[in-house]
């Protein structure tokens, strides 16, 4: 069966900070990668994701993820953030007919 | 507009009852699916749905039982048999394929006292 690890659990930055959050998948074959957002009080949205192509992909509000299958990983970006990127983030796989998500990264961002 | 409807919001329950969480699309799609949310422990399923009449077993399906008797319901029951019942209940609804992600509803609290 497919896992999905996030290493950061917590991450504290300040405002105009660049962001990295980590995800790292187990499955070596074909994927189909995923990065929901949580807002404090809301439902999960999809902030972008992968199925083929250009491995770097640009999402909602100035995120973007880039696939590397060497080292199965999928990395969030985002090169400036803003306290309203506070949230938490979640890493998925598509397993066949079902998502597969990782534990979260919890984002806070300071003034 | 489309989307995904989850009630109530909150819901207390006595230890011992069982209580059935409400799960309701109206985006046409045929997969359905039900989370348990964790602090820390990210998002785990518990049941889907590919197709009406038909549901599989998640990685937690223990102490919860479901149906899906239309296409657009996928009611969820919290057993008397689910020793930890405590926690954020979400559904989800997908097209079905390795192609599409999910639209998720705002989730159910439960808290059982």
């Known amino acids: 069966a497919q896992s999905v690890s996030q290493h950061n659990h917590h991450v504290i930055l300040s405002e105009a900070a660049s962001l990295e959050l980590g995800c790292n998948y187990s499955y070596g074959g074909t994927v189909n990668l995923f990065w929901y957002v949580q807002y404090p009080g809301q439902h999960l949205q999809l902030l972008l994701k992968?199925?083929?192509?250009?491995?770097l992909v640009k999402g909602i509000k100035g995120f973007e993820a880039e696939f590397i299958k060497s080292k199965f990983s999928f990395n969030l970006r985002k090169p400036s953030v803003q306290w309203s990127d506070t949230a938490e983030y979640f890493c998925a796989v598509k397993d066949t007919d079902k998502l597969i998500f990782g534990t979260g990264t919890r984002l806070q961002v300071f003034p | 507009d489309g989307g995904i409807t989850q009630s109530p919001k909150y819901l207390f329950r006595k230890e011992g009852q069982n209580v059935t969480l409400s799960c309701e699309q109206n985006?046409?799609?045929?997969?359905m699916y039900w989370y348990r949310q964790d602090p820390g422990q990210g998002l785990r399923l518990i049941y889907y749905s590919q197709i009406v009449n038909d549901f599989q077993k998640g990685d937690i399906a223990e102490g919860y039982s479901v149906s899906r008797e239309k296409k657009e319901s996928f009611p969820l029951t919290v057993t008397s048999a689910q020793k930890n019942p405590t926690a954020f209940y979400l559904c989800?609804?997908?097209?079905?394929?390795?192609?599409?992600?999910?639209?998720f509803g705002s989730g159910t609290r439960l808290t059982v006292v």
């Open positions: 989800a609804s997908s097209l079905p394929g390795i192609n599409y992600g999910y639209t």
């Open positions: 985006l046409n799609h045929d997969a």
């Open positions: 992968y199925f083929s192509g250009d491995p």
